[in-house]
């Protein structure tokens, strides 16, 4: 069973930083594509940034020249340094990983992490 676990969410105020990260555990092969999401509350869960197997990256236009999305393949860990944090960027942050189960699998497995609050003061 795969399990993601987050980290470094915090309390911080406005133009402060913060670095979460995400490790993955358990059974599988690789890792396709890691995000983070996050959800305000009353409001929907949206992606903040993603990153594929192959480095590429997209960012929500909100948090974009902010937050930096990295992986560390070795690890199976994906982080996300957030600069210049604005009170709206207040939520809960979650890991979202599609893996790859075993050499050869076609399709992936979805997963999500416990979510780790971010709170930004102003």
């Known amino acids: 069973q795969v399990q993601l676990v987050e980290s470094g969410g915090g309390l911080v105020q406005a133009g402060g930083s913060l670095r979460l990260s995400c490790a993955a555990s358990?059974?599988?092969?690789?890792?396709?594509?890691m995000a983070w999401h996050r959800q305000a509350p009353g409001k929907q869960r949206e992606l903040v940034a993603r990153?594929?197997?192959?480095?590429?990256?997209n960012y929500a236009d909100s948090v974009k020249g902010r937050f930096t999305i990295s992986r560390d393949d070795p690890k199976k860990s994906v982080y996300l340094q957030m600069n210049s944090l604005k009170p709206e960027d207040t939520a809960v942050y979650y890991c979202?990983?599609?893996?790859?189960?075993?050499?050869?699998?076609?399709?992936?497995?979805?997963?999500w992490g416990q979510g780790t609050q971010v709170t930004v003061s102003s």
């Open positions: 979202n990983a599609d893996i790859w189960s075993t050499r050869g699998s076609v399709f992936t497995w979805n997963y």
């Open positions: 358990g059974s599988m092969f690789a890792i396709k594509t």
């Open positions: 990153i594929t197997n192959g480095d590429i990256t």
